[in-house]
């Protein structure tokens, strides 16, 4: 089996957006919808204070809250963890947005466009009238995903078939890969580092790790 998720260090996110840049280009999401946001965090006390950055979006459950209020069936889980929205089948009622815990799903009721009115040239031609007033998130550029799977390619390994926010990371914070596979990229970095899950304790079962320190010597064995 396959399981696609996503891992974020905390130790090398500066905060920069250049992935909630690239997530709004390569997805043409519209003015004040972001699929990838980086929260700026405060953690500590005083005066032992920092600022953590972090990378959040669709989590991709193993138990998406979502897919189970859906009245249509058109929030969907792959066999291969990716949770989907086929916009054919969604009414637009939100139900999916209340109860998502990650805050992960938006709905635009109408087109709007950077400048208000008309659309610039490049919005024009990539104005999708299907995911208008129904609940769009992050697919992990399943297109992406699926196309490089189909040409031979390694998601998280080539970038042609990996998500592109991690391809865009300037300080290599984002990885992704196949939890299912021991050898892979992600399965690596959750051995040797401790990390948490968002919500874990809500049995959600998050396909995004976030690292936050190295293994204790006996759990990286």
Same mark, same amino acid.
């Given at each position: 089996?396959?399981?696609?998720?996503?891992?974020?260090?905390?130790?090398?996110?500066?905060?920069?957006?250049?992935?909630?840049?690239?997530?709004?280009?390569?997805?043409?999401?519209?003015?004040?919808?972001?699929?990838?946001?980086?929260?700026?965090?405060?953690?500590?006390?005083?005066?032992?204070?920092?600022?953590?950055? !972090?990378?959040? &979006?669709?989590?991709?459950?193993?138990? $998406?809250? #979502?897919?189970?209020? @859906?009245?249509?069936? /058109?929030?969907?889980?792959?066999?291969?963890?990716?949770?989907?929205?086929?916009?054919?089948?969604?009414?637009?009622?939100?139900?999916?947005?209340?109860?998502?815990?990650?805050?992960?799903?938006?709905?635009?009721?109408?087109?709007?466009?950077?400048?208000?009115?008309?659309?610039?040239?490049?919005?024009?031609?990539?104005?999708?009238?299907?995911?208008?007033?129904?609940?769009?998130?992050?697919?992990?550029?399943?297109?992406?995903?699926?196309?490089?799977?189909?040409?031979? !390619?390694?998601? &998280?390994?080539?970038?042609?078939?990996? $998500?592109? #926010?991690?391809?865009? @990371?300037?300080?290599? /914070?984002?990885?992704?890969?196949?939890?299912?596979?021991?050898?892979?990229?992600?399965?690596?970095?959750?051995?040797?580092?401790?990390?948490?899950?968002?919500?874990?304790?809500?049995?959600?079962?998050?396909?995004?790790?976030?690292?936050?320190?190295?293994?204790?010597?006996?759990?990286?064995?």
């Amino acid at each position: 089996m396959t399981r696609w998720a996503m891992v974020a260090d905390l130790r090398r996110c500066v905060g920069c957006q250049t992935c909630t840049a690239a997530c709004r280009h390569a997805n043409a999401t519209p003015p004040g919808v972001q699929w990838r946001r980086v929260l700026d965090v405060e953690v500590g006390e005083f005066p032992d204070v920092k600022r953590v950055f !972090l990378p959040v &979006g669709c989590q991709h459950c193993d138990e $998406p809250p #979502c897919l189970d209020v @859906c009245p249509t069936t /058109a929030t969907r889980k792959r066999d291969d963890g990716i949770v989907t929205v086929d916009y054919d089948l969604c009414l637009g009622c939100g139900y999916c947005a209340v109860a998502c815990p990650y805050q992960a799903r938006h709905r635009t009721p109408r087109a709007v466009f950077a400048y208000g009115g008309a659309p610039a040239k490049h919005e024009a031609k990539r104005h999708d009238p299907a995911r208008i007033a129904v609940a769009t998130k992050c697919t992990f550029c399943v297109e992406r995903i699926d196309s490089g799977t189909a040409q031979g !390619l390694t998601p &998280g390994v080539d970038p042609e078939a990996t $998500p592109a #926010c991690v391809n865009s @990371c300037l300080s290599g /914070a984002l990885a992704f890969g196949d939890l299912d596979d021991p050898g892979s990229n992600v399965s690596q970095l959750l051995r040797e580092n401790r990390h948490f899950r968002m919500h874990a304790e809500l049995g959600t079962g998050p396909g995004f790790y976030y690292l936050w320190d190295k293994a204790l010597p006996e759990a990286a064995q």
